[in-house]
């Protein structure tokens, strides 16, 4: 298998990770400039993900047609010309208006990826590891993205990281141009066909256990900055060696997960899910033993959202992979992120501002996916028809 497209589809992806996550970087210094409050700038990030769950299909949609490469090309060209466009503006609902329209290409970028880098697979049992390559975009980009923006606005200002972006996808069209295949644009009746897959109940129950698994991480995830900090009592910079090594985590994980999800799909994910439970549970009730914390905080980093190419392949297997089936994949996946998150930010309220709060509520997500899994995955039993006795 001829694996350089699928690096550069991940390095597609990974501006997009980047872009996602920039402004928690930089939540301070846009504050200051578009004169707004630090929470109205974390806003942002819930706008950009609601582009990306709400706008995403509908740009899959109206896309469906058109070769992929073409489709690719044309969303990050647009992509990277308003994303350079921030610092043009300076008011605060001008930047939310940007922000809203990026994280809706950015949506149709995440489906158009995965769509490609499935039938770039040489075989049907060669999906997972084709996709977990791609993956590895998003795993860096969660890594990257803070950082580096966060380092760019302190040597010069916010607004450079936004053209530096910018620019950088700029030159990822070139190289895409250059370097990925011509793939056949799908039939309207291939494209009619995908659309019918979303009255099967199987397909909305897959999605429901993406929404789960996802949610439960990040429900747990969003909170591991004060865990570690306040509770378990590690420096600043401690926390942000532990993150780097939770983000290169993801990393092993998405790729241990990607080469055995296409056999071992529901296995893998049941081994993650009770993971999950267990290192969350653990967190919950020895948040504050450094020892119990550091290990707790990487497991997570393992099972979590590594288990993104197994979730991928059981939509797949009920499916297809096309582009609008990945795109809306895409959107209940971040609507999991966000709705994670917001829960566990209520339990922490509710509990009396403890983070153990939001890993019991990571969990309960997880032992809930567990057994949306299970009861999809039973197998019924079959009745024995009596025979009549012979005389």
Known sequence: MNKRPLYWLMLTLLLVAMSELQTMGMLPDMARSLGASTAAIGAFISIYAFGMAIGGPLIAWALRLIAPKAALLGVITAYAVLEAAVPLVHNYWWVAALRLLTGTLGGAVFGLTLTMAARLAPSPDRIASSISIVLNGLMLGAVLGLPISHAIATAWNWQTSFVVLGVAGLIIVLLDMRTLPVLPAVSAQTSADELQQFRSTRLWGRYLV?????????????????????????????????????????????????????????????????????????????????????????????VGVTMNPALVVRVVEVAGAGSLVNTVHTSVITLGVVAGSAIGGVAISGAGDTTAAAMWTGAALALLATCVLGEQTVVPKRRVTPQPAQN
């Open 210 to 302: 993406s929404l789960l698994t996802i949610g439960a991480t990040y429900g747990a995830f969003s909170y591991f900055t004060p865990l570690l900090e306040h509770d378990a009592g590690f420096s600043p910079n401690a926390t942000t060696v532990i993150l780097f090594g939770y983000g290169l985590c993801t990393v092993i994980g998405n790729n241990l997960v990607g080469r055995y999800a296409d056999q071992h799909a529901v296995t893998l994910l049941r081994i993650g899910h009770l993971a999950m439970i267990g290192s969350l549970a653990g967190l919950a009730l020895f948040s504050h033993l450094p020892w119990a914390a550091l290990p707790g905080v990487l497991l997570v980093g393992l």
